[in-house]
């Protein structure tokens, strides 16, 4: 947004009584937060404990996610974190727990709503916006360190009586 929504004068940009950043009118006082993308992120475990890894072609070598997506409009995020796991791996999955929100550094647009989930049905395959995917045990190295895959994983780690 360039333009005041009350008056029509020139944005200014800076950060607000919080220190977090916003856009304003100096004319009129109106302001603007400019609102993060909601997404979901889901760390997926099997009966045995192992987890659901996904990769795209555009992924360095090596570089893992675990399951994640946009969450439309109307769309509840226990409801998108489901549907996303069904579109990107082929498994049906029920939620264990919410696991919290993240801010990716690298993706400061977009609010992650995190969550576990187990394993109840389907045939693993690649679909959706995925090129592989992979089940294995848990391992925070195969991950973008900083990321909430990682933290993800690292906290099952860390957390075996999950």
Same mark, same amino acid.
């Given at each position: 947004?360039?333009? $005041?929504?009350? $008056?029509?004068?020139?944005?200014?940009?800076?950060?607000?009584?919080?220190?977090?950043?916003?856009?304003? $009118?100096?004319?009129?006082?109106?302001?603007?937060?400019?609102?993060?993308?909601?997404?979901?992120?889901?760390?997926?475990?099997?009966?045995?404990?192992?987890?659901?890894? $996904?990769?795209?072609?555009?992924?360095?070598?090596?570089?893992?996610?675990?399951?994640?997506?946009?969450?439309?409009?109307?769309?509840? *995020?226990?409801?998108? *974190?489901?549907?996303?796991?069904?579109?990107?791996? #082929?498994?049906?999955?029920?939620?264990?727990?919410?696991?919290?929100?993240?801010?990716?550094?690298?993706?400061?647009?977009?609010?992650?709503?995190?969550?576990?989930?187990?394993?109840?049905?389907?045939?693993?395959?690649? #679909?959706?916006?995925?090129?592989?995917?992979?089940?294995?045990?848990?391992?925070?190295?195969?991950?973008?360190? #900083?990321?909430?895959?990682?933290?993800?994983?690292?906290?099952?780690?860390?957390?075996?009586?999950?």
């Amino acid at each position: 947004m360039k333009y $005041c929504g009350a $008056c029509g004068t020139p944005l200014c940009e800076g950060p607000d009584a919080s220190g977090h950043p916003h856009r304003f $009118c100096p004319s009129c006082g109106w302001t603007w937060y400019d609102p993060p993308v909601p997404v979901t992120l889901v760390v997926v475990t099997t009966p045995d404990r192992r987890v659901v890894y $996904c990769r795209k072609r555009s992924f360095p070598p090596g570089r893992w996610s675990v399951v994640s997506g946009f969450i439309p409009r109307g769309e509840r *995020a226990e409801e998108a *974190a489901v549907r996303e796991v069904r579109e990107e791996t #082929g498994l049906e999955v029920e939620i264990v727990r919410f696991m919290g929100t993240h801010v990716y550094d690298q993706r400061p647009d977009q609010l992650v709503v995190a969550f576990h989930a187990r394993v109840v049905g389907g045939t693993p395959r690649a #679909g959706d916006d995925v090129d592989e995917i992979d089940i294995a045990p848990p391992d925070p190295s195969r991950l973008r360190e #900083g990321s909430t895959s990682h933290w993800l994983v690292t906290h099952l780690v860390e957390h075996p009586d999950w």
